[in-house]
């Protein structure tokens, strides 16, 4: 026997106006033609373009790819069966007798089928700022780890995958000075991108430091909108 | 020398709040690091999902497979250049030297992206709605035309390939009685699923028309919501 819809509006934080869409979002094909194929291709979609716009805000630096690679690893199969166990949705699942005897409900393809198909159910049923705010709560922590990733990396590396995601050469790095005393030294860097004749410095308390704080400069100046 | 933006503005219907974002849009990545490519990912993306609603809409029958092929055929390289070239996008583009010395303002590639990334940015400038709208009337003319297409398929073509598409047999069409005089006859035919057991009829003055009727009750009883 199935889990009362209702449980999973409330997981969902939405109380569906039109309850026979969330019904339909839990009907695997398996379970007959009124299935939830249709709104798992407007699911989809939809959380194509959230990922792509909350993205976009979120890293102004990345280029397309960068934010091309970032969404394929925040949704996939993977992630969406994971979000979809996180909830309990395979209880909530109908499937057809085939699928049940062979454990459909625990699925990855089918758990993140239907959260799809649940949240093109969820954007029927209450427009685009509801569903919105719904994903982005969704996902959240899954982005904030994306961002945690990302800031991780140190402003070489960032900026060593920008140019390369252009094709671009590599940056060249340059002491200019060493000053202060033996004990407390100061280095003075350049990075120099060659094809472009852009220059910044940086400075600190080692050659290293300094290369990083030039490259985070560097990448200051080449910050998109 | 590029046509004013504010031109294309009022082609569009939509006044910038924010212009940058226009222009933006409107340079390729051969002029410089800060191009259209990011808001070219947030409209191709856009444009997707708002293809997914309206053919979703629009289709009520038409399962995931038929709804992908018809957005697919909506959506793609040469129809975002010929939307663009409608609106004389080219006259508006920022190219570098070398894509302005081989003609790349009338490249379908560099139009369709063009067109993308100014959804993109009509998105990040008035939201969702206002640009909902606005696709939804720039695509209205190859939507109809879409729609035409389909409602021009007789009930057998549409029920023939509602089976194809979900691998399953094809409907068995049987005279049941022919009536009335030899100049007025009546022909009752049905209409059977072998794989499902579920039978419609139809009348008509021939056996064709006859099966088309019956056609027509089985994709009524088989209707998606």
């Known amino acids: 026997m199935n889990a009362d ?21 839990l009907t ?6 009124l299935n939830n194929e249709r709104l798992e291709f ?14 976009l805000e979120r890293f ?7 934010l091309s690679r970032m969404r394929a690893s925040l949704v996939n199969r993977e992630s969406l069966a994971e979000l ?32 799809e198909a649940v949240l093109g159910a969820v954007f029927l049923d209450a427009g685009f700022a509801a569903t ?19 800031a991780a990396k140190d402003p070489k590396t960032r900026l060593q995958e920008w140019l390369q995601s252009r094709k671009r050469p590599l940056p060249e790095y340059l002491v200019l000075d060493i000053g202060g005393d033996q004990h407390a030294q100061t280095f003075t860097v350049s990075c120099l991108l060659p094809d472009a004749d852009v220059r910044t ?8 430091r300094a290369e990083q704080a030039a490259a985070q400069a560097m990448l200051e100046r080449i910050e998109d909108v």
């Open 5 to 25: 819809p209702r449980r999973l509006a409330r997981v969902l934080g939405h109380g569906f106006e039109r309850e026979e869409l969330l019904e339909r979002a």
């Open 28 to 33: 695997h094909r398996s379970a007959g033609p």
């Open 42 to 55: 407007l699911g989809d979609a939809l959380i194509g373009f959230l990922m792509a716009e909350v993205l």
């Open 60 to 66: 102004p630096q990345a280029d397309e790819g960068a």
């Open 84 to 115: 979809a166990r996180g909830m309990q949705l395979g209880d909530y699942l109908r499937l057809g007798a085939g699928e049940l005897r062979t454990g459909g409900q625990g699925r990855d393809s089918i758990l993140a089928d239907a959260l």
């Open 132 to 150: 919105r705010t719904l994903v982005l709560r969704l996902f959240a922590p899954r982005l904030e780890q994306t961002i945690a990733i990302q």
């Open 201 to 208: 410095q940086g400075e600190g308390s080692s050659r290293r």
